[in-house]
């Protein structure tokens, strides 16, 4: 995996420490769905979901830039917060900032809904995260996004049975029936409603 190159002392907000190593929970079947042996309420979402269990200790060992930690992405999501600083992500008038990774077919042609795991970011943030991000370093589109919509999650998917067994890693939507068979890592949401805006705005 390429590695990121944020300028010394920038890590982002999302970035997953070495000290941050998630706790080691035995996984069961409970009531039809996947669960923790010894769950916690604070294990799943309002909407059911099991995640990730993982202590949030930032600044505890060293930064590993590929790796996401899943409370603070999914708390960056749900609250507009910038993937990179953890502050309120840019808005204005045309809505709030994010950048993706460009794809090989024109951005232009993109229709209205697409579906990403990328938080969006603040101003200052943004011109370092199209530096150092390796999504982003190669090309990237910047969009002003008016609406979006939690959709579902990308986490690791369990076979069911009685002894569960992870056996895929990839998104799944709140509506799946597979939802009950994952632990999620990372909230994705739908972009309902955008606007390309030229990059050098960035």
């Known amino acids: 995996m390429t590695q990121a190159t944020f300028p010394k002392g920038t890590v982002p907000y999302i970035t997953q ?3 941050e190593a998630p706790a080691k929970v035995r996984v069961v079947v409970r ?4 669960a923790y042996a010894d769950e916690r309420s604070f294990d799943r979402d309002p909407r059911g979901v099991l995640w990730r269990r ?3 200790t930032p600044g505890k060992g060293k930064p590993d830039f590929g790796a996401v930690h899943a409370l603070r992405q999914r708390l960056a999501m749900a609250n507009v917060l910038c993937q990179v600083c953890g502050k309120p992500a840019d808005c204005d008038e045309r809505g709030v900032l994010w950048l993706l990774g460009e794809a090989e077919d024109d951005p232009d042609s993109w229709p209205q809904g697409l579906e990403t795991p990328h938080p969006p970011v603040c101003r200052p ?6 530096k150092a991000c390796p999504h982003l370093r190669r090309r990237y589109v910047a969009l002003r996004v008016r609406r979006w919509t939690p959709v579902g999650v990308h986490g690791a998917l369990y076979r069911p049975s ?3 067994v992870a056996v895929d890693a990839r998104g799944i939507p709140f509506d799946s029936p597979a939802i009950r068979w994952t632990i999620a890592g990372q909230l994705i949401v739908r972009l309902d409603r955008f606007t390309l805006i030229d990059p050098t705005e960035v």
Do not use: M, Y
């Open 17 to 19: 420490w070495t000290g």
């Open 31 to 34: 009531r039809g769905r996947l």
């Open 54 to 56: 993982i202590p949030s």
């Open 125 to 130: 943030c943004a011109t370092v995260a199209t």
């Open 162 to 164: 009685e002894q569960p």
